[in-house]
């Protein structure tokens, strides 16, 4: 064991780190190949509204001043939209500063987040890097999280159950009477956070209605981001909303000016254009439905999905297929690391992105 590794917490040095990415244009040079697409990473194919761009421009003359701290006009916007008080709501750095947040106010050291999976990558990530105990419960046989499983996991030093509704990776959501039924079985000392980073794209029509729930359960936190359909992810805004005496605490864990002057004005604009959301929403049911109708000419099992991606079974090495499908120029996701070898993760994206995907795809199955 090196010295600088002896320095480090052993809980942090046993992390895996979460696998980014390389910029498009880095995969084109290694590769020799042009135009290529990146339908990997659940971002909207349309960008951001054009009200949040010019927004952004105009924010952009004060960065010489640090951004408000309380994201008193987000704050607001947020609070209408939704019409919640604006003190149930905390702004962070996307989803994954909440998580972080959530995990240092409420997680002390070996007590334990239950959570399905697979399912987002960083809840393990902040858990252990917390000092906690991750319990990963693995999904029902239809790819769905296991309500009845999750309840059993659930133990006297378990404080907080994470649970992405769609689920991330395999786009299958629960409906209400399920996520009423995990709300109602758990303990009041375990926190249930409802992560709904893709509820705008649910088609389900019994998709639970989790923010009118916070009245009555104290203990219930919903995440929501302006990462996915307002296709601000290159700027990191996300919130939660809870319990007023809740976000409180959480609002004493969170670093000061953690959302920037850009996010904000971006998002307060990005709400304020509904027509935009509703193309990107329109565009990406387009897609799946195209994913959906290809993958079955193609003889592939799919995942009927939620959000703005599908969890399609290749039949093959998904990573091999990954690769060939990269020679190509169309970059996808491998879930090998998640347990799931043969499967890929495809975003919606423009129509003729998409057809290129299949087209691709044909290619490489020989289908």
Do not use: C
Request: glycine residues 8%.
């Amino acid at each position: 064991m090196s010295r600088i590794r002896e320095l480090v917490r052993p809980h942090i040095r046993e992390l895996e780190p979460y696998p980014p990415g390389k910029p498009i244009e880095e995969l084109e040079r290694e590769l020799g190949i042009e135009s290529s697409i990146k339908l990997a990473s659940n971002e909207s194919p349309l960008g951001p509204s054009r009200r949040a761009v010019e927004a952004i421009f105009q924010q952009a003359e004060q960065l010489n001043r640090y951004p408000d701290g309380s994201s008193y006009y987000l704050r607001q916007a947020v609070a209408q939209h939704l019409d919640v008080v604006p003190e149930s709501l905390l702004f962070g750095a996307g989803s994954d500063e909440l998580l972080e947040i959530l995990v240092k106010t409420f997680l002390g050291p070996g007590e334990e987040v239950v959570y399905p999976w697979p399912s987002f990558a960083m809840y393990p990530i902040v858990t252990v890097g917390m000092g906690g105990t991750p319990r990963p419960v693995d999904l029902d046989a239809e790819y769905r999280a296991d309500v009845d499983k999750l309840l059993d996991a659930v133990g006297e030093r378990t404080k907080l159950v994470f649970l992405a509704n769609p689920n991330n990776p395999t786009g299958m959501s629960l409906g209400s009477a399920e996520f009423e039924r995990l709300l109602q079985g758990l303990p009041d000392h375990v926190i249930l956070v409802a992560d709904e980073a893709y509820n705008e794209y649910v088609r389900r029509p019994d998709y639970p209605r989790s923010l009118t729930l916070i009245a009555s359960h104290a203990t219930l936190v919903v995440l929501r981001t302006l990462s996915k359909i307002h296709g601000l992810a290159g700027l990191r805004v996300g919130y939660a909303v809870g319990d007023p005496e809740l976000i409180s605490y959480m609002e004493r864990a969170r670093h000061p000016f953690n959302v920037s002057s850009l996010a904000q004005a971006a998002a307060v604009a990005a709400l304020g254009d509904p027509e935009h959301l509703e193309r990107v929403r329109s565009l990406t049911h387009e897609g799946l439905a195209l994913f959906e109708k290809g993958f079955r000419e193609l003889g592939l099992d799919y995942l009927p999905s939620d959000a703005n991606f599908v969890l399609v079974d290749v039949g093959a090495d998904a990573a091999a297929v990954y690769e060939r499908l990269l020679r190509l120029g169309v970059i996808t996701r491998p879930l090998g690391a998640f347990g799931l070898a043969q499967h890929l993760r495809v975003t919606a994206g423009l129509p003729e992105e998409n057809q290129r995907l299949l087209d691709a795809l044909r290619e490489v199955l020989g289908r």
